[in-house]
């Protein structure tokens, strides 16, 4: 699920559509559920969520240059029940649950690069990867290296 409207009440993720997904979430656990948003991460129950560190300090109120990534992830996990994975650009991401943490590199990219599309791509790789069967650390690896291929400037994509 992609939220990235910058208004509330705007676009198709209302109300309305977080209490279906929270219904859906909860009543298919088996399900790889996996929501990003830009302004309302926190508003997402019982999915995966991707945000950034921005994102991901802002919706819980914390101040992003003292907080570190894992500080910022337990507490999204707890508001939102489930793992959260934090994208953290060139450092690669973290993922939480469980009260475990788990740090995935980058892949070190020695093009000049465009962000655009980074997140986008890391959220297909995590979905695909673990609806076929992979385990969230390992979808996160995957992920980074779909994201070092996206954010590649000039060079042929294969």
């Not at 977080?18 to 979430?25: E, M, R």
């Not at 962000?115 to 297909?124: L, N």
Request: net charge negative; with cysteine; hydrophobic share 45%.
């Amino acid at each position: 699920f992609a939220d990235q409207m910058p208004e509330a009440g705007c676009g198709v993720i209302g109300q309305q559509v977080h209490d279906v997904i929270h219904t859906i979430a909860q009543t298919r656990q088996h399900l790889p559920l996996f929501a990003d948003s830009r302004q309302r991460i926190a508003d997402f129950r019982g999915v995966i969520v991707k945000p950034n560190l921005h994102e991901a300090t802002h919706a819980c109120q914390l101040d992003e240059a003292t907080t570190s990534a894992q500080t910022a992830a337990a507490q999204l996990s707890q508001r939102t029940q489930r793992p959260v994975v934090v994208t953290l650009g060139a450092a690669g991401a973290l993922i939480y649950g469980d009260g475990i943490s788990t740090s995935v590199a980058a892949i070190p990219v020695d093009a000049p690069i465009d962000v655009v599309g980074a997140g986008d791509s890391v959220m297909a790789a995590l979905a695909i990867s673990t609806a076929c069967g992979a385990s969230l650390v390992e979808a996160t690896q995957i992920a980074m290296l779909v994201a070092g291929v996206t954010v590649q400037i000039g060079r042929a994509h294969v």
